[in-house]
């Protein structure tokens, strides 16, 4: 049999899922690693989903239904203030995949992309699988976990530099990047003549802030590529389906790759989303207003109980310092699940910069968060 690609095996396995298995096997574990609501879809959609039209089993246009970019269009510009025609827009398989399909269309082999660390964990291995290069901008806890404009120009280099890569809320921290920084970033982008692909899965799960989408900047349709995404705002992980808003002249080249990836999304989870844009807002604010309660408590506790935590503005996670504890943030994570029964993420996980911290998800049920915070203490107690 013939070896596997170099390309695969250089591939990172994720410790992530390791943990998340153990924890699956005993129904005594407390999980604190998903990076996926616990809500179910808002019923309407469930719902609607029952009884999908007969055209829902066809395949769809290649770029996304017609019906679902002009409500995504109409979406874009009243809520994230950003210019789009239904060409400025294509529909994927998941926020994941239309990142996938931009890095694949605006680079090429050996090209660099500077992207913050620690980040989402799939952003770099991204990268890597078309054959171009990470280059990385530490994220402080004394910045909030802010992206630091100077360490971001600092990572840039003139002739290889094709891209900048950022999420807000961010996954793994839990920031939110103020206009200020933002039109900072843009104006790196103008002068160092570069894309910015922004991922904003997390969009409608802001806490005391304001998200800003950095495509709402003035001039910057013409640089930067959003990702959006159903998934978290709606509860429909498993629908997989997400979207990009760019120049049309990006969009069309990524709508020529996609083809060749997964031709189109499910037109099932297109009909779906359709209906989910009609939705009364209520259905996200639920959920919103029910992540920020568990928020405020999670962090008062970690913070009581010795593990510095920076209070996030958006997505559902903390991200803790447990330095005073433990110099290894996986061998942390794999004795408390052992020892505790509660998973949660190492900080290695998202990056070199993240070791010495841990990632919880608050996508938890709030009685379970409180168990899960009394067995940590207990856990560090014995530690000191």
């Known amino acids: 049999m013939k070896e596997i690609s170099e390309r695969e095996l250089e591939l990172p396995d994720a410790v992530i899922g390791e943990l998340l298995r153990l924890s699956a096997e005993d129904k005594h574990v407390i999980n604190l690693g998903p990076g996926q609501p616990d809500f179910l879809a808002p019923k309407p959609i469930i719902e609607y989903t029952r009884k999908i039209p007969q055209k829902g089993t066809h395949y769809a246009a290649p770029q996304g239904m017609i019906e679902l970019r002009e409500a995504l269009c109409k979406k874009v510009k009243k809520e994230n203030k950003m210019k789009c025609s239904p060409e400025n827009i294509i529909v994927t398989c998941g926020s994941q995949q239309a990142l996938f399909t931009a890095l694949a269309t605006t680079l090429d082999p050996g090209d660099q992309v500077v992207?913050?660390?620690?980040?989402?964990?799939?952003?770099?291995?991204?990268?890597?699988?078309?054959?171009?290069?990470?280059?990385?901008?530490?994220?402080?806890?004394?910045?909030?976990?802010?992206?630091?404009?100077?360490?971001?120009?600092?990572?840039?280099?003139?002739?290889?530099?094709?891209?900048?890569?950022?999420?807000?809320?961010?996954?793994?921290?839990?920031?939110?990047?103020?206009?200020?920084?933002?039109?900072?970033?843009?104006?790196?982008?103008?002068?160092?003549?570069?894309?910015?692909?922004?991922?904003?899965?997390?969009?409608?799960?802001?806490?005391?802030?304001?998200?800003?989408?950095?495509?709402?900047?003035?001039?910057?349709?013409?640089?930067?590529?959003?990702?959006?995404?159903?998934?978290?705002?709606?509860?429909?992980?498993?629908?997989?389906?997400?979207?990009?808003?760019?120049?049309?002249?990006?969009?069309?080249?990524?709508?020529?790759?996609?083809?060749?990836?997964?031709?189109?999304?499910?037109?099932?989870?297109?009909?779906?989303?359709?209906?989910?844009?009609?939705?009364?807002?209520?259905?996200?604010?639920?959920?919103?207003?029910?992540?920020?309660?568990?928020?405020?408590?999670?962090?008062?506790?970690l913070n009581e109980i010795n593990l510095p935590t920076v209070t996030p503005h958006g997505a559902f996670y903390t991200f803790s310092n447990i330095k005073q504890f433990s110099k290894n943030s996986y061998k942390f994570a794999k004795e408390l699940l052992k020892k505790t029964k509660v998973a949660v993420i190492p900080g290695t996980e998202f990056g070199k910069f993240g070791e010495g911290y841990i990632r919880c998800s608050y996508a938890t049920d709030l009685k379970n968060i409180k168990i899960a915070m009394d067995r940590l203490e207990r856990f560090l107690k014995k530690k000191q």
């Open 115 to 301: 992207l913050p660390n620690p980040s989402y964990l799939a952003y770099i291995p991204q990268i890597e699988l078309i054959s171009a290069f990470p280059s990385f901008f530490k994220l402080r806890e004394e910045d909030e976990w802010k992206v630091n404009p100077d360490l971001l120009v600092q990572a840039i280099e003139k002739k290889k530099t094709k891209a900048i890569l950022i999420n807000t809320p961010s996954n793994p921290c839990g920031s939110v990047l103020p206009k200020n920084i933002l039109e900072e970033i843009a104006d790196i982008a103008v002068e160092y003549d570069l894309y910015i692909l922004v991922d904003e899965a997390y969009e409608k799960l802001v806490y005391d802030k304001k998200h800003i989408s950095i495509g709402s900047l003035n001039g910057m349709e013409d640089y930067v590529v959003t990702f959006q995404s159903f998934s978290k705002t709606y509860a429909m992980c498993g629908y997989r389906l997400g979207y990009a808003i760019g120049p049309k002249e990006v969009i069309d080249a990524m709508n020529k790759v996609a083809h060749y990836i997964t031709l189109t999304a499910p037109s099932i989870s297109q009909l779906v989303g359709i209906k989910a844009l009609t939705l009364p807002k209520f259905h996200i604010e639920k959920m919103r207003r029910e992540y920020d309660r568990r928020r405020r408590f999670i962090v008062k506790r």
